[in-house]
């Protein structure tokens, strides 16, 4: 390592380090939860370190959508920052990050698109946003000015009129082509069935969510010593995680044999080998916490509201998420500088944005507080 | 040698009208158009005014383009047509569904017999493989054939596909694999047991298999492989038959296809400028910039092209007063214009600001060369700049900028009789920087003095302009500070040169001192004298900043003593090199190594000390001269053009 990229390396570490201690603590959470409107919400958070994106907006009557989005659009900003300080080699590695914004902006256009041939009004399934009237990468661009969309020529989407065209705006050819197939799979169908649609909209975001994290875990693969084996942890965890998810939402909710469930993850594996991919596809969708004893995972579906269904998805989320929460300290906590810290700031900073997002849900539809420990991915100290 | 004058222009006038003017503006290429909130701003109107969302011939352009594309042509390039295509949207639109529908079906059917053709490959591979098992594909009894099935996938989806095989219960296999990408096709045949057959099709539906059509009546069709091969090449045959299908239809229609690509891209060029405009109550109104002297010319045009169409024209200089921001246009001389990339580094002066860019060319060449007079070290970089250029590494604006500043270094290598560095070879023209130091030093002062004379002249004609008469008299930067300057400039040249002189003359240090008060009290007076001028800078920071500024004037000078100083290094330096040389020459291959050392040093002369003297000339530039009145921040003048 040459004195000016160790050099890089510590003041990114410095950056990453001084931007967790700007994460909002336990009373800032309490306080947000005792606003009654979404506005009273972004008047709290605009006095904090989401103040830079809230700027210029009206806060005391802003939308739910379009808070969220803000909220977002921060995790790019907090990320885009760190571009000065990386070098080459964490540049690349940092634009591969902030990717799954490019894949939120396709995944919100295969929906607009998707819908407009579908008759009948349906719910929307894989990877939509309730934020997604905003995504427009020209918005995210006048948000955050560095931001720059790495994955999708942009002139080429902004024009694209059919899903056709989305798809080719995508710069990655490998990637293309494996979107196209399930796009020929609705062209072929030339139905506007439902059925179709959900089929058709859950294939192409799935095959970006595999592309972002097969590669984002391959990259990671190829660094060496503590960085390397502090990103394996950090990326890894989450391939584990994802692929068990998938499998379980496969077979849960799609109604997929378990053999195949197993098309549907990764290729990419961390702690979790095929054989116990396996074993776990082949178990009762909520009996899987059973086949992964003895591995990190085991408690991922130890869920308190086993008995109420509509609960179990979202304490089983709760406790994915928690996990990563704890893999990212753990990694902050390592002390060596690397890019492993950027990435566990940004994973700490995407969990927080989505505990603020379920602030703001609960707020708005006035669900009942006390159950806030359910769906948080912090612990409230003071939550009793 | 400016930033060009503007005018804002407006055209109202008839749809039909308005695109005769814009087809003209496409073909001159000196309008920019303003966003319709702009023209409309805050108008009672506004509410009225419609403006056009998106362009309907972008989308028949690319299915023209995508046409070219698959009929093998080059790309078109448009001629500019002499008035605006007739035909309507509808016509133009049905015209091209004809066209693209017929692609469409040819492609289809290519695609058709490529995996017809793909199926017959198959079917060949496994009649091989059954073969070598000493078996004939006769021999299969029709319940296999009910369980296997045959299709292609992507690499990706075949790793996955494996993988489920390993939990399924069924047999998958490559016939043929021959690519190497994720992306690329592998042909498979897939065992299964009849039982399976309603899960095994939803394995194939997630992984996305293309299936060939079952072969429920086995598979004795494909069993000589002759009659097989021969079937292929039938259909290759077609199929190529078919792919050159787009190719032969544009030629035999190559000039109904170039009119109609013409009309569309005619249109969708003039439709793209008169959507920055909008609709007001059937009126079309389009607004802009453009060079003023350009005006009288687009008028002309608008009488004869558009008689029923009103053009208002308004005086750049007025609206930017007004508070709108004008884009810059800068006009300088060829070889001047070359510099234009060093003030666009720095920043594109805004649209009121002086342009600097002919002092800097001048200034560029004259610092350049003075710190760097070297005959062969500049002709060196001559040639190393068109290498660089040839290779691609450097960009046409700083190759010819580079290429000028080692002119100029060849041009003051001969006033300073100097060639690689050795001053004995030819005789100075004007003076050796080595033997002439006391003569050099005060040179570069003398130009520092100058040059921020200049700027100084410069930042008074900025304010002049803008009419800030309290900066134009009173300001460290004004007519004050310049008159100061010069007085502490005279006083320090008689202090040296006169003899008995002293520093402290009662006449000098009076108008001195009155000079400064003026500057420090100069906001008071501009209020007193020009009525309404603030500052909003409070007393003490003001009085601060008359001090910095008057600091400055002498670090500013003193700054261009590195003129002479880079002058000496580089004799220095090359006196340097040879004596490494001469050291070594003596020893065992000492002519080789002194070669060696020579070319080396010298190599690292033009390299590391021309881009230090490059930095040390932009630092001139930037900071002691720009520093004295440059704000820039401009925007490009980006007119709209009839290319794409």
């Not at chain 1, 961390?270 to 396996?278: A, E, H, I, V």
């Not at chain 2, 073909?27 to 023209?39: D, G, L, Q, T, Y």
């Not at chain 2, 290759?236 to 787009?246: C, F, G, N, T, V």
């Not at chain 2, 004379?453 to 004004?478: A, D, L």
């Amino acid at each position: 390592m040459s004195l000016g990229s160790g050099g890089l390396r510590v003041a990114e570490y410095a950056k990453a380090r001084a931007r967790r201690a700007s994460l909002l603590r336990d009373e800032d959470f309490l306080l947000l939860l005792e606003q009654t409107s979404v506005g009273g919400i972004a008047l709290q958070l605009g006095k904090s370190a989401y103040a830079s994106v809230l700027r210029g907006h009206t806060l005391e009557s802003m939308r739910r959508s379009e808070l969220e989005f803000l909220l977002n659009v921060s995790i790019l900003a907090e990320g885009v920052a760190f571009r000065h300080y990386a070098g080459l080699g964490d540049k690349k590695l940092l634009n591969l990050w902030l990717e799954n914004f490019d894949i939120d902006i396709l995944k919100e256009h295969f929906q607009t698109h998707v819908r407009s041939h579908v008759q009948t009004h349906i719910p929307a399934q894989t990877g939509s946003s309730e934020w997604g009237d905003y995504l427009d990468p020209g918005k995210m661009l006048n948000l955050v000015s560095d931001f720059r969309l790495t994955l999708i020529d942009q002139e080429k989407l902004s024009s694209s009129a059919t899903l056709r065209d989305v798809l080719m705006s995508v710069k990655d050819e490998s990637l293309r082509t494996a979107l196209m197939e399930p796009l020929r799979e609705w062209e072929n169908s030339q139905t506007t069935e439902g059925r179709v649609f959900q089929r058709v909209a859950f294939s192409l975001g799935m095959v970006l969510d595999r592309h972002y994290l097969d590669s984002l875990y391959t990259a990671a693969a190829k660094l060496g010593g503590d960085e390397g084996r502090m990103m394996r942890m950090l990326v890894g965890t989450r391939v584990d995680l994802m692929n068990l998810y998938w499998i379980y939402r496969g077979r849960r909710f799609f109604g997929m044999s378990p053999e195949e469930s197993l098309t549907s993850i990764m290729k990419a594996r961390y702690r979790l080998d095929f054989g116990l991919l396996t074993r776990a596809a082949f178990a009762d969708p909520r009996g899987m916490g059973a086949v992964l004893a003895g591995t990190p995972y085991e408690r991922i579906f130890d869920v308190e509201g086993a008995e109420n269904g509509s609960l179990y998805e979202v304490e089983l989320e709760r406790n994915i998420y928690k996990f990563l929460f704890a893999v990212a300290e753990r990694v902050f906590l390592s002390g060596t500088p690397g890019f492993q810290n950027v990435g566990a700031y940004l994973v700490l900073k995407e969990l927080e944005v989505r505990d603020l997002v379920a602030v703001v849900e609960m707020v708005r539809y006035k669900f009942a507080k006390d159950r806030i420990g359910l769906i948080l991915v912090r612990t409230l100290r003071k939550e009793n | 040698m400016a930033v060009v004058g503007m005018a804002g222009v407006s055209f109202i006038g008839p749809r039909e009208e308005i695109e005769n003017i814009a087809l003209a503006l496409l073909k001159m290429e000196n309008f920019e158009p303003m966003s319709p909130e702009v023209i409309m701003d805050a108008h009672p109107l506004s509410s009225r005014f419609q403006t056009f969302r998106g362009n309907p011939y972008d989308a028949l352009l690319e299915k023209l383009d995508e046409l070219w594309l698959k009929a093998g042509l080059p790309v078109f390039q448009c001629r500019i047509v002499d008035r605006v295509p007739s035909a309507s949207l509808p016509e133009l639109e049905a015209k091209i569904d004809q066209v693209t529908k017929k692609i469409e079906e040819w492609s289809a059917r290519t695609e058709e017999l490529r995996r017809e053709y793909e199926r017959w490959r198959a079917m060949l591979a496994f009649g091989d493989a059954i073969r070598e098992t000493g078996r004939s594909l006769t021999d299969l009894p029709s319940a296999f054939c009910e369980s296997v099935t045959i299709g292609t996938l992507t690499r990706e989806n075949w790793r996955r596909l494996r993988e489920a095989s390993l939990a399924a219960p069924i047999l998958a296999m490559p016939l043929m694999d021959e690519g190497r990408s994720e992306a690329d096709k592998v042909t498979v045949i897939v065992f299964y047991n009849s039982d399976y057959r309603e899960e095994i099709q939803k394995i194939f539906s997630s992984v996305h298999m293309y299936l060939f059509p079952a072969e429920g009546v086995g598979y004795g069709q494909y069993d000589k492989r002759d009659a097989v091969s021969y079937r292929m090449e039938a259909i290759e045959a077609e199929r190529e038959s078919y792919r050159d299908m787009p190719g032969r239809y544009a030629a035999e229609n190559r000039f109904e296809l170039a009119k109609l690509y013409e009309t569309v891209y005619a249109k969708q060029r003039i439709f793209s400028l008169c959507q920055m405009g909008g609709d007001l109550s059937e009126m079309t109104v389009l607004a802009g910039w453009m060079p003023r002297k350009s005006f009288g010319e687009v008028r002309a045009i608008a009488e004869e092209k558009a008689p029923h169409a009103l053009v208002i024209s308004e005086d750049g200089d007025a609206l930017e007063r007004e508070g709108n921001e004008l884009p810059t246009l800068l006009h300088n001389l060829p070889l001047v214009r070359r510099f234009q990339e060093i003030v666009r580094l720095y920043s594109l002066p805004s649209y009121s600001e002086i342009d600097p860019t002919f002092v800097v060319a001048v200034s560029f060449c004259l610092f350049f060369g003075f710190m760097f007079g070297d005959v062969g070290h500049g002709a060196a970089l001559i040639l190393g700049t068109y290498f660089l250029e040839k290779k691609k590494m450097m960009g046409p604006a700083i190759g010819s900028v580079m290429r000028i500043a080692g002119s100029f270094s060849v041009l003051f290598g001969f006033l300073y009789g100097s060639v690689f560095g050795n001053e004995e070879l030819i005789p100075p023209m004007w003076l050796s920087p080595m033997h002439d130091v006391n003569e050099i030093l005060p040179v570069s002062i003398g130009i520092g003095i100058l040059f921020l004379t200049i700027g100084i002249c410069f930042k008074i004609w900025n304010t002049v302009h803008k009419r800030e008469w309290g900066e134009v008299f009173f300001s460290p930067e004004g007519v004050a500070g310049l008159l100061f300057y010069w007085l502490a400039v005279g006083q320090a040249a008689a202090v040296f040169t006169v003899p008995g002189w002293a520093l402290g003359t009662v006449f000098f240090a009076a108008v001195m001192a009155f000079l400064f008060m003026l500057m420090i009290f100069g906001n008071g007076a501009a209020k007193l004298l020009f009525h309404g001028e603030t500052v909003d800078e409070g007393g003490v920071v003001h009085v601060f900043s008359v001090f910095h500024a008057m600091l400055n004037f002498v670090s500013n000078t003193a700054s261009f003593v590195r003129l002479a100083a880079f002058a000496l290094n580089h004799v220095g330096l090359s006196g340097a090199v040879f004596m490494l040389g001469q050291m070594v020459e003596n020893a065992p291959g000492g002519k080789l190594y002194c070669a060696l050392i020579l070319l080396l040093g010298h190599l690292i002369i033009i390299g590391l000390e021309g881009m230090i003297v490059f930095i040390q000339t932009l630092r001139l530039e930037y900071y002691e001269f720009f520093g004295k009145f440059y704000r820039g921040g401009g925007r490009d003048f980006a007119p709209v053009a009839w290319k794409k």
